[in-house]
């Protein structure tokens, strides 16, 4: 197994997480998702981080030789939405991206980054831990099955014919 540590975000790794949420955007996009916009690279990473500021948030990387190989973006969720209409809303701990590079991906990454997110969201009290896939990314759904995760609700969409 290759060694990498894991590190929360600081400003010195910011190219490489543009990389990596770039690299995850291509991905999804070969498997049928939409383009990002030309700005994307530059213009994602400020926003996530904001997202991340407003949601009690953190992002964690794998390092590798010092430069990043895995991204974990985490926020934290508390009877927002829907759940303001729970009598005991949970506490819910969102990844909203996590990427691993290409190259480094069966290397025990995704699962260190996943525990990284896991550990934050526990010592934040939250209840529960929620993600999304893109149903066409089936290895990464496999992913999260192994990891303990299961399917809670089928998120769909049609297109519209003009």
């Given at each position: 197994?290759?060694?990498?540590?894991?590190?929360?975000?600081?400003?010195?790794?910011?190219?490489?997480?543009?990389?990596?949420?770039?690299?995850l955007?291509?991905?999804?996009?070969?498997?049928?998702?939409?383009?990002?916009?030309?700005?994307?690279?530059?213009?994602?990473?400020?926003?996530?981080?904001?997202?991340?500021?407003?949601?009690?948030?953190?992002?964690?990387?794998?390092?590798?030789?010092s430069?990043?190989?895995?991204?974990?973006?985490?926020?934290?969720?508390?009877?927002?939405?829907?759940?303001?209409?729970?009598?005991?809303p949970?506490?819910?701990?969102?990844?909203?991206?996590?990427?691993?590079?290409?190259?480094?991906?069966?290397?025990?990454?995704?699962?260190?980054?996943?525990?990284?997110?896991?550990?934050?969201?526990?010592?934040?009290?939250?209840?529960?831990?929620?993600?999304?896939?893109?149903?066409?990314?089936?290895?990464?759904?496999?992913?999260?099955?192994?990891?303990?995760?299961?399917?809670?609700?089928?998120?769909?969409?049609?297109?519209?014919?003009?």
């Amino acid at each position: 197994m290759e060694k990498f540590k894991i590190v929360e975000f600081e400003p010195c790794y910011q190219e490489d997480a543009k990389d990596l949420l770039l690299e995850l955007q291509t991905h999804l996009l070969s498997l049928g998702g939409l383009p990002p916009k030309p700005t994307f690279r530059d213009e994602y990473l400020p926003y996530l981080l904001s997202e991340i500021k407003k949601h009690d948030g953190k992002i964690f990387l794998a390092v590798k030789n010092s430069g990043a190989i895995g991204l974990v973006s985490c926020e934290i969720f508390f009877g927002e939405g829907d759940d303001a209409f729970l009598i005991d809303p949970p506490k819910c701990g969102f990844v909203a991206d996590l990427v691993v590079a290409k190259d480094m991906r069966g290397k025990g990454v995704g699962k260190a980054l996943i525990a990284a997110a896991e550990e934050f969201f526990v010592s934040k009290g939250c209840d529960r831990f929620e993600l999304t896939v893109f149903a066409p990314n089936k290895p990464a759904y496999e992913f999260y099955i192994a990891q303990g995760f299961e399917t809670r609700m089928h998120y769909m969409m049609r297109k519209i014919n003009r």
